[in-house]
């Protein structure tokens, strides 16, 4: 009977560890990870962060002993030349709901490994008192508080994207120039790489997606109530590439003003336009022809990219090689690289989740 015993014991000791390795092996393994099938892949991508064979060093070091210049800057008018200035000048922007919370401060944490002196500001919406208080002591972050008194009743439901829209027009006003980055961004390289190619372009960049297009990612509905014809759209831009939802980057053109910001202030006011019935993220087979993928805010961006600047924008071969160098992209399912975050405020010391917990 003792010996039954035992080797009951043992096998479920054996099947529970079988259990652990598979989960070990698997954990985050989605349709919805960008790629990211294996513990081992998700591994190498936080190592874009952080070398694992980095050791810890206290009191980080931080110097921002400059102060920004009152400076134009234009595109449209040939401004600003300086380069050094202009990177001072564009913030890395982002915002997330508490659900992406963790993911978030991963790309902050990645914004501040190769970046150190650059300012981060984050627009939140529902994030947890704890994950606040957390990133006001981050190195160079600025968090704001999005008052939805101050835009119209759309801008509150953050499914539509229309935050995004008011946000970064903001930004832009204030600062001249912008580097949108979604949570799921991992910087890999200094945005400054980006700089000399962002006025040839007329100011707005962004990251192609090869296997997207711009019909298979927008309402239809969205295309109407830009007054854009859905099949002559097709026609002049057969398999029209969109850009990713997840980076934007944005040089002030006073000439967009009118042609480009305007319009897609107008949209984001109208359900219609930036979120129509039937919207959805992702692609969801769920029996029925009633979803369409749609990519918010962004597909308008694209729509608009092509209505102005045809398909010239695309076909920068030296600018896609330069912002796959820049940046990658992650989901969640595993990633931890929000605990390299530094903090500075005060203290002034890069903090060990896993000796002060209570500081995490």
Not at 174 to 184: H, K, N, R, V
Not at 266 to 290: F, L, Y
Request: glycine share 4%; aromatic share 10%.
């Amino acid at each position: 009977m003792r010996c039954r015993l035992q080797n009951l014991f043992i096998l479920l000791a054996l099947l529970l560890i079988l259990l652990i390795v598979t989960m070990f092996l698997t954990d985050g393994n989605d349709s919805n990870n960008l790629g990211i099938d294996t513990f081992r892949e998700r591994e190498l991508l936080q190592h874009i962060t952080r070398d694992p064979k980095r050791k810890l060093k206290y009191n980080y070091p931080i110097s921002n002993n400059y102060t920004l210049k009152k400076i134009s800057i234009d595109v449209s008018k040939g401004m600003y030349s300086d380069t050094v200035e202009l990177d001072r000048h564009m913030p890395v922007v982002t915002g997330f709901r508490q659900s992406e919370a963790y993911l978030g401060l991963g790309m902050v944490a990645s914004v501040q490994s190769h970046m150190p002196l650059k300012r981060i500001i984050v627009y939140t919406m529902g994030v947890h008192p704890k994950i606040m208080k957390q990133m006001r002591s981050m190195c160079n972050v600025e968090v704001r508080n999005v008052d939805f008194n101050k835009y119209p009743r759309i801008v509150s439901k953050p499914e539509s994207r229309a935050w995004r829209v008011y946000m970064l027009m903001e930004v832009l006003a204030e600062f001249g120039a912008f580097f949108y980055a979604s949570p799921q961004v991992r910087f890999r390289a200094p945005v400054n790489l980006l700089l000399p190619y962002i006025k040839n372009h007329k100011g707005i960049i962004g990251k192609l997606t090869p296997n997207v297009t711009v019909v298979s990612s927008t309402h239809p509905e969205t295309f109407r109530s830009l007054n854009v014809n859905l099949k002559t759209f097709e026609g002049k831009f057969p398999n029209a590439v969109a850009i990713s939802e997840h980076v934007l980057v944005v040089m002030n053109n006073s000439q967009l003003y009118d042609t480009f910001w305007t319009p897609l202030r107008h949209c984001a006011e109208d359900w219609k336009c930036i979120a129509p019935k039937g919207s959805t993220p992702d692609w969801v087979d769920n029996g029925t022809t009633v979803e369409h993928t749609h990519h918010y805010d962004l597909s308008v961006v694209n729509i608009l990219m092509y209505r102005h600047f045809g398909t010239e924008w695309t076909r920068d071969a030296g600018l896609a090689k330069m912002m796959d160098r820049v940046v990658d992209f992650a989901k969640s399912g595993g990633l931890h690289d929000y605990l390299w975050a530094h903090y500075c405020n005060p203290p002034k010391m890069e903090i060990d989740c896993t000796l002060d917990k209570s500081k995490c």
